[in-house]
């Protein structure tokens, strides 16, 4: 597909099949991920894939009720996390600017994006979610102090078609000097 397509393929799903996602699909999402910019390139994110039942059980127990019923089916799902302190952060640990740690967020988002499209490329299909616990999360995958929780991404074959949400115009979200 081209990526035009691909970006207008691409929708949140909250209803999933039960459907197995293969690996090499979710090691490409990934890949795809990687590819993203970051700080300096400071490559600060990570990821921890739930896949089997128990996992899978331990990201639904840290998600918010309605994200929890939406996506019960999904049978992948991906914690994204920043390590911080990196981007946007001098050697010394002195912020390069006023947003610090913001930068590693950003390039969270980078990463998500690009992982998404991947994603819808191959028929997949996701919800960003940032209603969870992290506590829970941070337990049940062993993830660092020095790591922030950022979204938990659902993946799978869509069982729901809905409608794309309107989106706002050039106009509307852009001023040209």
């Not at 912020?95 to 969270?108: H, K, P, S, V």
């Amino acid at each position: 597909m081209e990526l035009r397509e691909v970006m207008q393929k691409r929708k949140s799903i909250r209803q999933y099949l039960t459907t197995p996602v293969e690996e090499e699909k979710v090691k490409a999402m990934i890949e795809a991920a990687i590819l993203a910019p970051t700080w300096k390139n400071a490559q600060e994110i990570r990821y921890y894939v739930a896949v089997s039942e128990e996992k899978r059980q331990a990201v639904l127990d840290a998600l918010a009720e309605g994200n929890r019923k939406k996506t019960q089916n999904a049978p992948v799902f991906l914690i994204s996390a920043v390590i911080l302190n990196r981007a946007g952060f001098q050697k010394d640990g002195t912020a390069d600017n006023e947003l610090g740690n913001g930068w590693g967020y950003y390039d969270c988002g980078l990463h998500d994006m690009n992982l998404l499209l991947e994603a819808a490329d191959q028929g997949l299909s996701t919800l960003v979610m940032g209603l969870r616990d992290a506590d829970k999360l941070r337990e049940a995958f062993d993830i660092p102090k020095e790591e922030s929780i950022v979204s938990v991404i659902s993946v799978g074959y869509s069982d729901a078609d809905p409608d794309r949400p309107t989106r706002k115009s050039v106009e509307e979200i852009a001023k040209f000097f």
